[in-house]
């Protein structure tokens, strides 16, 4: 104790183990700091960790994706235990280059393994900048620039679906909150008494949606009582029934996970006008083609959606998380459905416009400003460049499966609809069986062996799985317009190479 006067503070005595480290100053009450921690200095370090081995890094094609080890292996590698004393400067740097050494690099231009990749820097810079603020969004209060970025990327996100009265929304943790979202705001539209009675205020209710649905659906099912087995996949069947259950929500996707495909929205909004039914569109990855004038077609008649789910972080290549739910609703549906009025964040009497309080909207209480992830980038590159890349990543995808139409023993199991080329790889031995089932069972062990191999090697990542009756495939995502043809060209020989012994 130094009696409250921080200068007469002694330099503490350095530890024999450790000699950065310092023990904690104690200043008068209880405010604790480490001498020998310049902060401005850690923090420069650390970015110069970031710029060197993740940024340059990750645009190398020459450097890999992954360096894969088991989890044994890692646990070794890091020092993952958690300790009484604290760690010096050095060692904690060394932990941020361990962290990041060890970690994919879904940024690299050889990572097609997911619905996400590429480099963004504007987003990178709005994640940094967002990070450094820790601002939450729930209030004007502690988030003035924030909650207007978020309404104004939410109304041109809005502009560019076709909703031309406006609506309502909230950018959210993810897709398939957004999914939730959705249903929970179908269900209260038709039954407003289950926010307050529960789910005995309604009959059973059943939702629509496509055999090709993504598996959030039926979480957002089981998490909202509405039961997994009442979810109808079309064509639907009357086996279940006996309750007489109520349709309230269809769910159509634009752009669906494994394959890309489109539903056809518009025919589905007939049946859902003719029936009252809410009409969701699942456009976490397929929003992203409202961009481009060229392939919008694929959503024609999304404006008759009642809500709408799209995910920035994936096509467009915001950074994680980005990701907006969109209510056509002008009558505050959103806040009413999911409003709790805590009176100690949501004061009616405030000095400022209350209404700029979102936060009773969300079923989150803190919420990250993502909107302005892709608010900066959209500034800087303007409408007409995401369009670009949009189509760019179109082509190129349409270019991969020219290229495995053209070489022996790859198959493609559909012509493209969007990012998604989903193709087998027949090695050799297979190529002369014929088309049954003995073909098939072998060749679906053919994609997790040149799965393991790339890992390994860390040449590059691709997704595969089965699909319905069908055998293991992959899956290339195509995304980020740092990818080249040679890149593509450069996948098909990887996996030949990795798989022709098989
Ligand atoms: C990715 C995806 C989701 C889930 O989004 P998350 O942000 O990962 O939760 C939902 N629906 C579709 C069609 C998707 O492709
Ligand atoms: C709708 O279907 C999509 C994909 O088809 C799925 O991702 C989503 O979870 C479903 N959501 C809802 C609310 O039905
Ligand atoms: C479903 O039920 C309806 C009416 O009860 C019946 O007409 C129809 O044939 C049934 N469909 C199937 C697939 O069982
Ligand atoms: C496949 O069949 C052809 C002709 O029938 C034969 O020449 C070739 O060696 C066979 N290849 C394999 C890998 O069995």
Known sequence: SNNGNPSESQSPAADPEDPQKCPPVVTD??????SSLNVESFIEQSIAIIMEDVVKKATDVTEKVCEWRSPEQLKELLDLELTDGGESESKILQHCRDAIRYSIKTTHPRFFNQLYAGMEPYSMVASFITEALKPSLYTYEVAPVFTLIEDAVLRKMMEMIGWEEGGDGIFNAGGSMSNMYAVNLARYHHYPHIKELGLSAAPRLVIFTSRECHYSISKAAALLGVGTKNVYVVPSDNSTNSLYPV??????????????????????????????LWLHVDACWGGAALMSQKHKHLLKGIHRANSVAWNPHKMLMACLQCSAFLVRDKTHLLQRCHSAQASYLFQQDKFYDVSYDT??????????????????????LGTRELEQRVDRALAMARYLAQEVEKREGFRLLMDPE???VCFWYIPPSL???????????????????????????????????????????????????QVSKQDMDFVLDEIHNLGKDL
Request: hydrophobic share 40%; net charge positive.
């Open 29 to 34: 009450i209880g405010a604790l700091n480490c």
């Open 247 to 276: 349709p309230f929500m269809v769910n159509a996707t634009a752009g669906t996970t494994v394959l890309g495909a489109f539903d056809p929205i518009e025919e589905i909004a007939d049946i859902c006008e003719k029936y009252n």
């Open 359 to 380: 936060g009773d909207k969300s079923v989150q209480c803190s919420r990250k400003p993502d909107a302005f992830k892709f608010w900066l980038m959209w500034k800087a």
């Open 418 to 420: 969007y990012a998604n």
């Open 431 to 481: 190529r002369n069986l014929s088309d049954g089932p003995e073909f098939w069972k072998k060749l679906h062990t053919v994609a997790p062996v040149i799965k393991e191999r790339m890992m390994k090697k860390g040449s590059m990542m691709v997704g595969y799985q089965p699909h319905g009756d069908k055998a293991n495939f992959f899956r290339m995502i195509i995304i980020s317009p």
